[in-house]
């Protein structure tokens, strides 16, 4: 960022997991909602830390899963302050409605059209919406009186993350909070995606569309072995004896790789 980036653009995208304008974006719109997002003055008469600082610093956190202690050196910002960097860029997407609704909503119908047809384009398979997987994210500071829930056969405490990616690492569903214990059937059994496809809210994104052929209206999701054998999901074959089956099986792995990428 600034006059002379010290990125290009394909180098800054790499490194932050994000686009240069992307950022530009996102930090406007949080120096509207917190004054943390503004660069000011201290008593000294010295420039605060400037805010795209403060942004790539939670952006890396973020990313990568670690302290701001590992990045100390090159962004040198105490430590009380990284987690600020943290907190104020997650509560501030959540709470900046400008935000929330462009990056926290759900798909429509014009959405599911332009996922299927770029997935049909990148992947070869006609109707996916995206990948679907459970991930579960290490929680070092559980309260003892709650490992018992959280920690499962890791034998550490322990959240899933559900979440529903496409080729873009566009995150279209994400439901965290599940207790460690749980796999990922009994998270499906609690998911709010499960509960769409059962009261029907899921159908408006259903539109038809050709496999060899012929016509499907189920829009479908690429899942690993453990789900359950619904309309929607296309699995792996767990045990291909043919050619053709473990072709199909190298394939589908290679492309449910999106949600492990997100």
Same mark, same amino acid.
């Given at each position: 960022m600034g006059p002379v980036p010290r990125f290009p653009d394909k180098s800054f995208e790499r490194t932050f997991r994000i686009t240069r304008s992307m950022v530009e974006t996102l930090v406007t719109h949080l120096a509207k909602k917190h004054s943390f997002w503004r660069q000011t003055v201290c008593r000294a008469g010295k420039p605060t830390i400037c805010p795209y600082v403060?942004?790539?610093?939670?952006?890396?956190? /973020?990313c990568y899963g670690v302290s701001g202690n590992a990045f100390v050196d090159y962004f040198q910002?105490?430590?009380?302050?990284?987690?600020?960097?943290?907190s104020n /860029?997650?509560?501030g997407i959540v709470c900046c409605r400008a935000l929330a609704n462009q990056y926290l909503r759900k798909p429509t119908k014009s959405d599911a059209r332009n996922i299927v047809a770029m997935h049909e384009r990148v992947h070869k398979i006609p109707g996916m919406m995206g990948s679907l997987d459970v991930t579960k994210v290490h929680w070092k500071n559980c309260p003892t009186a709650w490992k018992g829930q959280f920690q499962g056969r890791e034998k550490v405490a322990s959240i899933g993350l559900e979440a529903v990616v496409d080729n873009n690492l566009w995150?279209?569903?994400a439901a965290f909070g599940f207790p460690g214990t749980l796999n990922d059937i009994n998270v499906w059994e609690r998911s709010s995606l499960y509960e769409s496809m059962i009261d029907g809210a899921h159908d408006e994104l259903d539109f038809e569309f050709l496999v060899d052929g012929e016509v499907f209206d189920k829009l479908i999701y690429l899942v690993d072995g453990i789900y359950p054998p619904?309309?929607?999901f296309l699995s792996s074959e767990s045990d291909p004896h043919t050619k053709l089956a473990y072709s199909f099986a190298q394939d589908?792995?290679?492309?449910?790789k999106d949600v492990e990428r997100g």
């Open positions: 403060k942004f790539l610093m939670g952006m890396k956190m /973020l910002m105490g430590e009380s302050t990284t987690r600020r960097c943290v /860029l997650t509560k995150f279209w569903h619904l309309t929607r589908q792995e290679a492309h449910r």
